[in-house]
């Protein structure tokens, strides 16, 4: 047996026979681009502390990963489709794992971010390939059953990342957390080479790099608007994010249409199953990154479990989303996609009006079922969009595919955190005025509490800190009535601190209840819109006709 897979895929006679250990490396690979994100959200507290971040600091941490990642997917992917799709998978891993190891040795704020931002240059390498290698190497009758575990892959990400993070944490700091990827993306490039067969277009022109160009202007300039205007303010960086993706949309549309090999042919948004898969992606991951933002937040401060146990309490997710994952299989070749899909976002908006039922009283109990409903739906609905994307591109363009399939997704990720997140935050700003009105609290330690669920916390127990430091002052105290007077003041500073946690965590309650209904309604809007897009009947017509022009044009070179 040779040590490195060096036939092309596309010049076999028929399946390659290692074909689902190559699925588990691509799966491998997917693991560390969605764990780079959840394992980042219990490291979060640890890391602001070390380095004082800012909340603009912290901010970019998370979100200067983002918009590489989702600018450059369907330029990488286009050329991944034309030089080499294995290539593409093996050069992101080593620059995904580069950046995980300038993470672990950064010491400041920039540092990080800068890391941060060379893993997501490595992502949008990596994603799209790992989805057009997986329709290169398996024959469409098993494709949508590859496509289903890549699915379920994502949704044990989504738990495994927190759980490995936090079981990291109890021992060594929040740098260790960037070298959960280092090893698996190495065992990943080993698998690659030794699993993965070379895959490239069998007939591909030159790449339409202005197209290309025009998408990493509007994708970039769009995220960036997403992230810089609900967190920021509407100032004139967000504003000029806007006016740029406004134009650099409308040149990429004009671009395309008018290019004779476009990098994106926008009429496939013409077709309805096409257009409605990307749009249920969209609204799935908006649902999903927003209600992960909030709830992580709500165990880890309102709970009170460490990032260990905040992450072990979201394994229900994951269980969840492989159930579903085996339930679309089963259902999506009897009833079609246009069912299961819908009943999919159907469960996810059901799960998101569970979450309005959470209040102060609330245990990880009432969570655990909105958890399960939630990756039920995921498991659903997902795969059979995938399928479908993937399906309505030719051969000779799979990495544009996957490039699209997983922009949908990251612009559906950074709506929902930036959408959802700045709702989060201004209603919990605004229960918590209503907490505390009449209390007595200082102005600028209720603007301080009122920056986020965290800093709420920190302003009980600066009370809480206070009150101790007098009750020690009374027991030293040799006058009586100074004595007195310090216990009877250390009395109200220690009432008015659990007063102040009880405000803080009804407040943060009161604004997961509020966010879910909001998100709920988005979702079950979204929901009739997919019902109405996805057609009865589906067939793979668009990407048929684009192999058979191909094989023309070819014939006629």
Excluded at 127 to 153: D, H, N, Q, Y
Aim: proline content about 4%; glycine content about 12%; some cysteine.
């Amino acid at each position: 047996m040779r040590l490195v897979m060096n036939e092309p895929v596309e010049r076999t006679d028929r399946p390659y026979t290692r074909r689902w250990w190559a699925l588990l490396v691509l799966c491998l690979s997917l693991l560390i681009i969605v764990m780079a994100n959840t394992a980042l959200t219990v490291a979060a507290p640890d890391m602001t502390e070390d380095l004082g971040l800012s909340s603009a600091d912290l901010q970019w941490v998370i979100d200067g990963y983002t918009v590489p990642y989702a600018a450059l997917m369907l330029l990488l992917g286009a050329i991944g489709d034309k030089y080499s799709r294995r290539g593409a998978l093996i050069l992101g891993l080593v620059v995904f794992g580069g950046g995980a190891v300038s993470g672990y040795l950064a010491d400041s704020s920039t540092a990080v971010i800068a890391a941060r931002a060379v893993m997501g240059v490595g992502a949008a390498l990596i994603m799209p390939a790992t989805l057009s290698l997986l329709a290169a190497t398996f024959p469409r009758a098993e494709r949508a059953k590859a496509i289903t575990l890549w699915t379920a892959t994502a949704g044990l990400a989504i738990a495994a990342g927190p759980v490995v993070a936090g079981a990291l944490l109890r021992d060594h700091g929040w740098s260790s957390t960037f070298l959960i990827n280092v090893p698996i993306a190495a065992v990943a490039i080993v698998g690659a080479l030794v699993l993965v067969p070379p895959s490239k277009a069998g007939h591909h022109d030159r790449i339409d790099y202005v197209g290309g160009l025009l998408s990493v202007l509007w994708v970039g300039s769009l995220v960036y608007m997403i992230i810089e205007g609900p967190h920021f303010g509407w100032g004139v960086k967000a504003v000029s994010a806007a006016v740029a993706a406004g134009v650099g949309l409308v040149a990429f549309v004009v671009w395309e249409l008018r290019h004779p090999r476009p990098v994106l042919d926008v009429r496939r948004f013409a077709d309805r199953r096409f257009a409605g898969s990307n749009l249920a992606v969209a609204l799935f991951f908006l649902a999903v990154f927003g209600a992960f933002y909030y709830l992580t937040q709500h165990l880890q401060f309102v709970l009170g479990y460490d990032a260990l146990g905040t992450g072990l309490r979201m394994l229900p997710l994951a269980g969840a989303v492989f159930v579903g994952s085996a339930l679309t299989g089963w259902l999506t070749p009897r009833v079609g996609m246009k069912w299961t899909v819908t009943a999919g976002m159907v469960g996810g908006t059901t799960a998101l009006a569970l979450l309005t039922r959470v209040d102060a009283s609330s245990s990880y109990g009432d969570l655990v079922a909105p958890l399960i409903v939630l990756g039920l739906a995921i498991g659903l609905a997902l795969s059979p969009c995938t399928d479908a994307i993937m399906g309505a591109f030719p051969e000779s363009e799979l990495g544009v595919g996957g490039a699209v399939n997983d922009t949908s997704l990251e612009l559906g990720g950074s709506l929902g955190i930036a959408i959802l997140g700045s709702l989060l935050s201004t209603s919990y700003g605004n229960h918590l005025t209503d907490a505390t009105a009449g209390s007595g609290l200082p102005a600028d330690a209720l603007t301080t509490a009122q920056d986020s669920v965290g800093a709420g916390y920190a302003v009980a127990q600066g009370i809480g800190g206070k009150a101790r430091r007098l009750a020690a002052q009374a027991a030293e105290a040799t006058d009586p009535q100074q004595a007195a007077k310090l216990k009877e003041q250390s009395a109200q500073l220690a009432t008015g601190a659990h007063q102040m946690a009880d405000a803080v965590g009804s407040a943060f309650s009161d604004a997961v209840a509020h966010t879910s209904l909001v998100g709920a309604v988005v979702l079950g809007v979204g929901t009739i819109l997919v019902a109405f897009l996805l057609p009865r009947q589906e067939s793979a017509v668009p990407a048929v006709r684009e192999e058979e022009r191909e094989l023309v044009d070819s014939a006629a070179g």
